[in-house]
């Protein structure tokens, strides 16, 4: 929904969701390795970064994540979008949210 988030280093991201999709959980570190992760396999990344709830609209989302540090985005979510095999290769170590 909307239009895809760009990041301080000008990588382009996939639009915020309106999907079904399967949540999974991980620490920030673990979120970080599955954005690396999924950034090498050129899957399309949806991040969700702590500071986008401090905000009441998407054009300031855009720019609180926009200032964030591109390659240690303080992440609390990330949705990964591709070939099931690509996504459990990104998402390896994260377990499903309880």
């Known amino acids: 929904m909307g239009e895809p988030y ?3 280093k000008g990588r382009r991201y996939g ?3 309106g999907q079904p999709m399967m949540v ?4 920030v570190t673990e979120l970080q390795a599955a954005h690396r ?3 090498e396999r050129e899957l399309t ?3 969700y970064v702590h500071a986008m709830f401090s905000t009441g609209n998407d054009e300031a989302n855009r720019r609180v994540f926009m200032e964030e540090d591109a390659d ?3 992440l ?3 949705a990964v979008r591709g070939s099931k095999k690509a996504v459990d290769k990104a998402i390896k170590g994260l377990s ?3």
């Open 24 to 27: 999974f959980e991980g620490d």
């Open 76 to 78: 609390v979510g990330l």
């Open 15 to 17: 639009n915020m969701l």
């Open 37 to 39: 992760k999924g950034l």
């Open 6 to 8: 760009v990041d301080a």
């Open 72 to 74: 240690s985005l303080n």
């Open 45 to 47: 990344i949806i991040p």
């Open 96 to 98: 499903l949210h309880a």
